[in-house]
């Protein structure tokens, strides 16, 4: 099949999620042709299966805003025909959904017939695309795809409730690939056969303020009150700051390190022992499922899709995004003894099993023949 994916290229999750859909679909032998305005972080090596085409926005003058969706819909139109793509599948409503009907439309007028299955991931539906400026597009958009899929239940749920859908929504979960976090774990073994005597705790995210970033600064300033342990704060965004200082305030900034982005998360993930994320939303909560598949408990909110995939007592904790004293009561009582953090560690890994790469994308296979039928 030949497929174009329409993603973000940045770290966030949708974009994350969508090159690691395509490079697996390239791998099962299909032709993905990536389009973005960049090329996706997480896109590695491009080869006779993999491809990757730019959007660009040229300026001039007059516009306040650049029309992106119109240079999108121009590039998309331009490719399905260059390389008679079967099928366009865009991650994210907003503005992927609405300037691929845009292009389905361009192309129906030359006698071309693609179908567009629609990912919504979270963000598009529960903070940006319900508000007044965007909604009744965002809605238009998801009724006009052929297939809409989300990633959670519990997004599923939102988007019923917040839009009026007319179309079905499946769920096909977000996923990891296993084995790639299994190969790190012996590497990580390799480098370091002694584990150290502090503990690890790590938080993976973009700094946006649904984050709460600084609640994992909270939480971990309560716990190294009482245990020897070390903190890793991945990723860039606009909290880091405030973050930053919190540390510094708390006198606490010895013990913190601030990593930056990367694109090679269980490099770190490998070394830790819990992860942190009291998001206040949270639609599925990949760099948790990350975490899981490195063997690392979670202690998260209870927001969205999350206790979908950290099973409270097993996995780790879920609570009240706010609820700091019980977020680290938890956290303590699983990192003071070596054999519950094994048991949780080993649950967590358990659980990340059912979102393997290989179970997960062939869900994605059948959706596609299953849009291609619909358009014959
Ligand atoms: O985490 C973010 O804020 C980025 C955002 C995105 O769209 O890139 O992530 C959303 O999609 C991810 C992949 O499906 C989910 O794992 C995240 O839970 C979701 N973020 C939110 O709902 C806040």
């Known amino acids: 099949m030949k497929i174009v994916i329409v993603c973000y290229p ?88 609405y300037a691929a009907y845009m292009a389905k439309k361009m192309l129906k007028d030359q006698l071309i017939n693609i179908p567009i ?100 600064i909270k939480i971990f300033y309560n716990i190294q009150k009482k245990l020897d342990v070390r903190l890793l704060m991945i990723g860039e965004g606009p909290e880091k700051t405030k973050a930053e200082k919190m540390c510094h305030d708390l006198n606490i900034s010895h013990l913190v390190d601030f990593l930056g982005n990367t694109s090679q998360v269980e490099k770190n993930l490998c070394h830790s022992d819990l992860f942190l994320l009291p998001s206040s939303t949270e639609s599925f909560g990949l760099a948790a499922l990350e975490a899981m598949a490195s063997k690392v408990a979670i202690i998260s909110s209870n927001a969205g899709g999350l206790p979908e995939i950290n099973i ?30 094994n048991r949780f560690k080993e649950n967590a890994f358990l659980k990340a099993q059912e979102f393997d790469i290989n179970k997960i994308v062939p869900l994605y296979e059948k959706t596609y023949l299953e849009a291609l039928n619909l358009v014959k």
Do not use: W
Not at 314 to 341: C, P, R
């Open 10 to 97: 940045t770290f966030g999750g949708s974009g994350v999620m969508a090159t690691e859909l395509g490079m697996s679909l390239a791998d099962h032998g299909h032709e993905v042709h990536f389009i973005a305005y960049k090329k996706p972080v997480r896109l590695n090596d491009l080869n006779e299966n993999l491809y990757f085409h730019k959007v660009k926005v040229p300026d001039y003058p007059l516009f306040s805003f650049v029309p992106y969706e119109l240079a999108l819909s121009t590039k998309l139109v331009d490719i399905v025909k260059k390389y008679s793509i079967d099928l366009l599948h865009v991650h994210y409503a907003i503005p992927h959904a």
């Open 117 to 216: 299955v629609t990912t919504l991931h979270g963000t598009d539906i529960t903070l940006v695309g319900n508000h007044p400026s965007y909604k009744t597009a965002v809605t238009f958009s998801i009724n006009k795809s052929d297939i809409v899929t989300c990633v959670s239940n519990s997004l599923k749920n939102d988007t019923l409730l917040q839009f009026d859908i007319k179309n079905k929504i499946r769920v096909i979960p977000n996923f990891i690939d296993l084995n790639k976090y299994i190969l790190q774990q012996d590497l990580c073994l390799i480098e370091n056969p002694v584990p150290s005597k502090e503990l690890v705790i790590t938080h993976v995210s973009n700094f946006r303020p649904v984050k709460n970033v600084l609640n994992v």
């Open 312 to 341: 409270d007592g097993q996995t780790g904790y879920v609570s009240d995004f706010n609820d700091i004293d019980f977020m680290t009561e938890k956290a303590i009582s699983i990192l003071e003894s070596k054999s519950i953090l």
